[in-house]
């Protein structure tokens, strides 16, 4: 049975590991010269089918239209992203990655992996599977029951 003590100091460990994630990360980000926000819209642009617009990134990103603005201009001033005219309609502008962008989100990737292995590294390969596990029942909101 849990308490609202118990629960509060789950969230509170849970609240200090993403702050160590993220502390490790933006450590191994640095070098590379891109914020944290940057690389969100870097790793959104690559996830579409076909360039995106501005529209579709502050939605996909639940920001405002300025803010994606202000980081593309970001990315495109260090040759991550250009902004290429719509084959169908001129008057829209969509985000494309380069190939420079898509070298710094593979460099990304591993400075993610690389956090993730600093922080599971005193973990056995039990106690990964175990917290995989876990985790997805919180990511997913909805534990399987075993019965």
Not at 57 to 74: F, I, K, M, Q, Y
Not at 75 to 100: A, S, Y
């Amino acid at each position: 049975m849990n308490t609202p003590d118990a629960d509060g100091v789950l969230a509170e460990q849970l609240l200090r590991l993403t702050r160590r994630l993220h502390r490790i990360q933006k450590r191994q980000m640095d070098p590379l010269g891109i914020t944290p926000a940057q690389a969100r819209l870097l790793r959104t642009v690559v996830s579409y089918d076909q360039p995106p617009r501005m529209a579709d990134l502050a939605t996909r990103l639940d920001v405002v239209p300025r803010a994606v603005t202000s980081l593309v201009d970001g990315l495109e001033g260090n040759g991550w992203v250009r902004r290429v005219p719509d084959p169908t309609n001129r008057r829209v502008v969509r985000i494309e990655i380069t190939d420079t962008g898509r070298a710094t989100l593979a460099s990304l990737r591993g400075a993610r992996r690389s956090a993730a292995e600093d922080v599971l590294a005193p973990l056995t390969a039990e106690q990964r599977e175990v917290l995989g596990g876990l985790l997805s029942v919180l990511v997913d909101g909805s534990p399987e029951r075993h019965c």
